[in-house]
């Protein structure tokens, strides 16, 4: 196991082999995507801000920014790193809701749009989701550790989880 976590900042998708382990800082409104092959011991992490692309932006520019292009990317970069489709597995965290009061009435929040759009992006290409943190009104930073791989999720207000 290494020692130091590579950290996997906004908008970014890292994917590495065991003994590596990624880690998703601070996550509010984003959702980390974490994609495995248990078997193979290889891995990444996407750290999406946004459901989707604007009208007119183009998504391939920085496909992490968003979900309906991070986990299409970060497939095809695992299964380039040596990851066997069949043995891929997902897991979620993120997605809050962090400031309830500050989203206009009848307006379903980034957060929960983020968390909606990751599980179809997830559907649409037959990736199984193994476990997820996501959604609430608190902040949660997470680690992927390959070599074990485990999933931690850590909270302030609810502690820490193992997905």
Known sequence: ??????????????VRQAPAQLEALGLGSCVAVILHDPEARVGGLAHVL???????????????????????ALLEAILAAGAARHRVVARLVGGSTMFRSLTAPGL?????????????????????????????????????????????VRSVRHGTLAL
């Open 1 to 14: 196991m290494t020692d130091q976590p590579i950290i996997v900042r906004v908008a970014e998708l890292i």
């Open 50 to 72: 946004l459901p989707a692309a604007a009208v007119g932006e183009r998504p391939d520019a920085t496909p992490a920014r968003y979900a309906q292009s991070a986990v299409p």
């Open 108 to 152: 379903i929040a980034i957060g929960e749009r983020n968390i909606v759009a990751t599980r179809r992006a997830l559907d649409t290409l037959s990736l199984p989701l193994v476990g997820e943190a996501v959604g609430g009104d608190h902040g949660r930073s997470v680690r992927f550790d390959l070599m074990a791989g485990t999933v931690t």
